[in-house]
């Protein structure tokens, strides 16, 4: 199968296996991300819908995103990327890597832009039974249907809400 010019472009600019169009999306996803302001001192754990998101990926389908995951995720999140980056390395590094594989799930999977990641091996099994793979799109969908419902799957969340003390900054 041939590639398209355009792909073909597009892969030796990046090394990775993506369409011009995909390129264009993870530069626009990438410029948004890059605008949001970095706020000091506010941890994602107070922000319980935030952190929700961050543990729903995490648990469910990757333990680091590439980066344009976390970037999507930033975005969708209203956090700096190096916010996002952080909490998953920290959370990352909390995992023994022996661990990761026989208690946690993960395995190493090559994604169809080429990149590498951990991924839940419960997330790589959805994607054969429904018959996808996890792009860049795939996930933005599930990010994007997690996102508008997430207290849908967590049920304490609008009650817990009301209970944690949320983050002010000092101006």
Do not use: C
Not at 16 to 27: E, I, K, P, T, V
Not at 101 to 110: A, L, N, R, V, W
Not at 120 to 129: D, F, G, H, K, N
């Amino acid at each position: 199968m041939a590639k398209s010019k355009g792909k073909a472009k597009a892969s030796r600019r990046t090394g990775l296996n993506l369409s011009a169009a995909q390129l264009a999306r993870r530069q626009e996803i990438k410029t948004l991300a890059m605008a949001i302001v970095t706020t000091k001192n506010s941890p994602v754990n107070r922000d319980i819908a935030k952190l929700a998101l961050h543990q729903k990926v995490a648990d469910d389908i990757v333990l680091l995103p590439p980066k344009h995951w976390m970037n999507l995720i930033a975005v969708k999140t209203n956090r700096a990327p190096a916010q996002v980056d952080n909490w998953f390395r920290n959370r990352q590094q909390r995992i023994d890597p022996e661990k990761a594989s026989d208690i946690f799930g993960y395995t190493d999977h090559t994604l169809p832009s080429g990149e590498m990641a951990k991924m839940a091996r419960a997330a790589l099994s959805r994607a054969q039974t429904r018959n996808f793979s996890w792009t860049d799109e795939q996930f933005e969908r599930v990010l994007d249907e997690w996102w508008s419902n997430i207290s849908d799957f967590y049920p304490e969340l609008r009650e817990r809400g009301r209970t944690i003390p949320h983050y002010s900054s000092r101006v």
